[in-house]
């Protein structure tokens, strides 16, 4: 699968974006999609993930990092081939280059390494 992120720009604190991962190919919903960050001089870091395929009983279908918890939402429309974080009351310390990977895992998982598939950032920068 090859992904492309968009969406990114310039918006004051308290402000929102909407980020968009369109990917190629087929069977994206047999994919585990995930965004993840990378401020200047700090490592990528997880912000949110969906898992792939059908929604099983008892187990959450998202995760999200504590530090956006309440004010980030990811969403994914496979009919459309595309993953959307929906980011709200943003802050100077939400900004980065925000990247969307994907991975073939049921579990959802929170560590860049266990994601073979990624596209391009794209900045986001939060001005206070």
């Known amino acids: 699968v090859q992904l492309q992120a968009s969406g990114g720009g310039l918006v004051q604190a308290g402000g929102s974006l909407r980020l968009s991962c369109a990917a190629s190919?087929?069977?994206?919903?047999?994919?585990?999609v995930a965004w993840f960050r990378q401020a200047p001089g700090k490592e990528r870091e997880f912000v949110a993930s969906?898992?792939?395929?059908?929604?099983?009983?008892?187990?959450?279908?998202?995760d999200y990092a504590a530090s956006v918890r309440g004010r980030f939402t990811i969403s994914r429309d496979n009919a459309k081939n595309t993953v959307y974080l929906q980011m709200n009351s943003l802050t100077p310390e939400d900004t980065a280059l925000y990247y969307c990977?994907?991975?073939?895992?049921?579990?959802?998982?929170?560590?860049?390494?266990?994601?073979?598939?990624w596209g391009q950032g794209t900045q986001v920068t939060v001005s206070s």
């Open positions: 990977a994907a991975n073939l895992n049921h579990v959802l998982r929170d560590s860049a390494h266990d994601y073979p598939y």
């Open positions: 190919g087929r069977s994206f919903s047999s994919y585990t």
């Open positions: 969906f898992r792939r395929g059908e929604t099983i009983r008892y187990y959450a279908d998202t």
